[in-house]
Structures are given as C-alpha cells and as structure tokens.
C-alpha cells in the first residue's frame, strides 16, 4: 500500500464548505420550521444536531459564529480531540456512532449526551465511566427498527427490557429512543419506519419508562420524521456538505481539516 499523502493547505472543498455553513444552517431550520407548522408542532420543541463528524474544530466554529450550539460526532477519538480544541462550555456534544468498549469511558468523560445505546454492557461502562462531578450523561437506546441484518441496535421487541435496565443506572439520565431506519425516498415509507419508533416510545412510557426524547431524522428525511414526533434531529450533509475523505488533526488547538490523497 503506497503511503498517504496529505495536502497541508486547505482544500478548495473545505474553503467551499466554510462559505456556506452559514447559509445551509438557515436553510435547514426554515425547514425545520416549515415541517414543524405542517403538523401543528411549534419549532421551538425540535433540536437540531449538526453532525460534524470528519470535520475540524474550523467547522464547527463557524457553525458556532451562526448560532449553532449542539454537534454530533461518530468517532470517540475525533470528537474528544474536537472538543479540546473548541474548548467552549456553551457547546453541547452528542455522540451519535457505535460505541466500542474500549471507548466508553473517553465518550463517558466528555460528552453530554450519548444516541448509541443498543447493549446493557455498554450502558454500564458509560455509567461506572461517568465523572461523579458532571452532570448525568444523557442517553438515547438505538432501534434497528427496520430490523436490518448487521445494522446496529436493539430490535423493538428488546427494548422495554433494556430500557429498564439502563434507567435504574447511575450517572445515566435514560432520555429516549434513537434510530435510523432504511434509506428510502419515499416519504410515506420513511413515515412508517419513524412511526414505529414513536409507537415504540409510547409503549415504554405506557410501561412506565419516562422518556421525553426521539433522535431521528437526517438531511434527506427530517420532515418525515418531524411530522411522526421528532424531538432531535441529526443533520450533517445538508449543512456540511457531502463528506470527502478526511482525516481532522487537532492541531495547535486550531482543529485543522486535511484532506487524505491516496
């Protein structure tokens, strides 16, 4: 394998990237705001989550510049150098991907709220994990609630046992359900898939498992998912752009985005 060359001056895409983070921001909460309106929900009840995944701290600071304050990031590593970087209290941090065991307590010491829950174990590494001077670490258990083969989460039919298991954890705080279900154009079919999972969180809360949380919905099905009940919503694409191969070094406490060349 030819060793990696890496471009130290920023890419052309990313300089693009940049001049638009702004603009993309407006334009995805106009539609969070319309989709909300559409079925009588106020757009002040949904979160936006900017999925800043492979990207420096430049990035995310410019997204900060135009109000943006929660971000989502699926690699523990990434995310924690990100957040050394930014170094800014006012920012809250999700981490959205898989979760090793090997990564719990770096996740566990530095973000404020985990999405990716599927297994008992991993809630309760993040638990003993957790610093008993931080607020609790908000969680989210994740559905394969399109029961896909190899994709991660629980499958619905788990999810009260897990749920109620992870609720009686320490330093957790169990918030609600996370999924994402099979990519589908159709805005009808991508209804159903969130519909379950709204379902699903109303049978726990029937069950007497308090949530108050629904993360679901992406750049190419917000408004599906909105309209099924929403409460957060990860958007990377729509305000980032479509993501090229990159590897984000902290460097200097600047975060600086360079592009891999293979």
Request: net charge positive; aromatic share 4%; glycine share 8%.
């Amino acid at each position: 394998m030819l060793p990696q060359q890496i471009s130290h001056t920023k890419p052309l895409f990313l300089l693009e990237i940049m001049d638009t983070i702004g603009a993309n921001l407006q334009a995805v909460r106009q539609r969070i705001a319309n989709a909300a309106q559409a079925c009588g929900r106020s757009p002040g009840d949904i979160g936006l989550i900017a999925v800043s995944k492979t990207l420096g701290a430049d990035a995310v600071a410019v997204a900060r510049e135009h109000g943006q304050t929660a971000f989502g990031e699926s690699y523990a590593q990434e995310g924690v150098a990100k957040i050394a970087a930014t170094s800014d209290p006012a920012l809250q941090w999700h981490f959205i991907g898989p979760i090793q065991s090997n990564k719990t307590r770096m996740i566990a010491e530095h973000f404020d709220w985990v999405h990716s829950v599927e297994r008992l174990k991993i809630a309760q590494r993040l638990s003993a994990a957790r610093p008993a001077g931080l607020a609790p670490l908000q969680v989210c258990i994740q559905v394969n609630i399109g029961a896909e083969p190899g994709k991660s989460g629980v499958a619905a039919g788990e999810a009260l046992a897990l749920a109620r298991a992870v609720a009686a954890l320490p330093r957790l705080k169990l918030r609600g359900l996370m999924a994402i279900p099979p990519v589908s154009p159709d805005y009808a079919q991508q209804r159903r898939y969130f519909a379950q999972l709204r379902q699903l969180k109303d049978a726990l809360v029937s069950a007497g498992i308090a949530l108050d949380t629904l993360s679901m919905g992406m750049s190419d099905d917000l408004e599906a998912a909105i309209a099924e009940g929403a409460t957060l919503v990860r958007v990377g694409t729509a305000i980032f752009g479509p993501r090229q191969r990159l590897w984000s070094r902290e460097h200097k406490g600047l975060g600086e985005t360079r592009r891999i060349m293979r």
